[in-house]
Nanobody, 122 residues
């Protein structure tokens, strides 16, 4: 599975961005998907995940209530709506996919996409 993330950019604090991740094949519809982020010099951290049918999702405490993950299996895409952005949300965001939900939650998805940079100015 190849994953292509897009939608990053520069936004002021309090603003919003929507990230999208397109998967290369329809079989990804059965996979759990997730978003992670990484700041240079720090470990990659879990942001959000969603199961194969969108019925189950989980967020890190730092983004809960501000970010929303969703998926469109008809288009093989997963999205991350980011609202009320803060400077500390600045990072490279990666989408990922795993055959099992717990794999993604544990930070061990099988497939990774390239990152997209999100910069939040204060």
């Amino acid at each position: 599975v190849q994953l292509q993330a897009s939608g990053g950019g520069l936004v002021e604090a309090g603003g919003s961005l929507r990230l999208s991740c397109a998967a290369s094949r329809a079989t990804s519809r059965s996979y759990s998907m997730g978003w992670f982020r990484q700041v240079p010099g720090k470990e990659r951290e879990f942001v959000a995940t969603i199961n194969w049918n969108g019925g189950l999702s989980q967020y890190s405490d730092s983004v809960k209530g501000r970010f929303t993950i969703s998926r469109d299996n008809g288009k093989n895409t997963v999205n991350l709506q980011m609202n009320s952005l803060k400077p500390e949300d600045t990072a490279v965001y990666f989408c990922a996919a795993g055959q099992e939900y717990h794999e993604v939650v544990a930070g061990k998805p099988r497939w990774w996409g390239q990152g997209t940079l999100v910069t939040v100015s204060s």
